[in-house]
């Protein structure tokens, strides 16, 4: 499955944003979606999940109450609406997918990334 994220740009604190994730894929619904976002310096972390019945959940606990995911499985796309943006959320962003029959629970598809900058 190849993945294209887009949605990001540079946004003042306390904005929303609305990043998309566009799957290729005949078969969307067999993969769980993630989002990660990976800050100047840090590692990567997950930001969100959700499965292919469209039960997420927010993983990144600074994002509890301000981030939802979300997916379409009609149109192959999964979201993160981001709202009451902070300046640490400042990252790329980076839209994953994996085969939710898989024994691991890596995910191990990727799409390029897109960079989100919230200025103070």
């Known amino acids: 499955v190849q993945l294209q994220a887009s949605g990001g740009g540079l946004v003042q604190a306390g904005d929303s944003l609305r990043l998309s994730c566009a799957a290729s894929t005949r078969t969307f619904t067999n993969y769980d979606m993630g989002w990660f976002r990976q800050a100047p310096g840090k590692e990567r972390e997950i930001v969100a999940r959700i499965r292919p019945s469209g039960i997420g959940a927010i993983n990144l606990d600074s994002a509890k109450g301000r981030f939802t995911i979300s997916r379409d499985n009609a149109k192959n796309t999964v979201y993160l609406q981001m709202n009451s943006l902070k300046p640490e959320d400042t990252a790329v962003y980076y839209c994953?997918?994996?085969?939710?029959?898989?024994?691991?629970?890596?995910?191990?598809?990727w799409g390029q990334g897109t960079l989100v900058t919230v200025s103070s």
């Open positions: 994953a997918a994996r085969l939710y029959t898989s024994v691991s629970m890596d995910f191990n598809f």
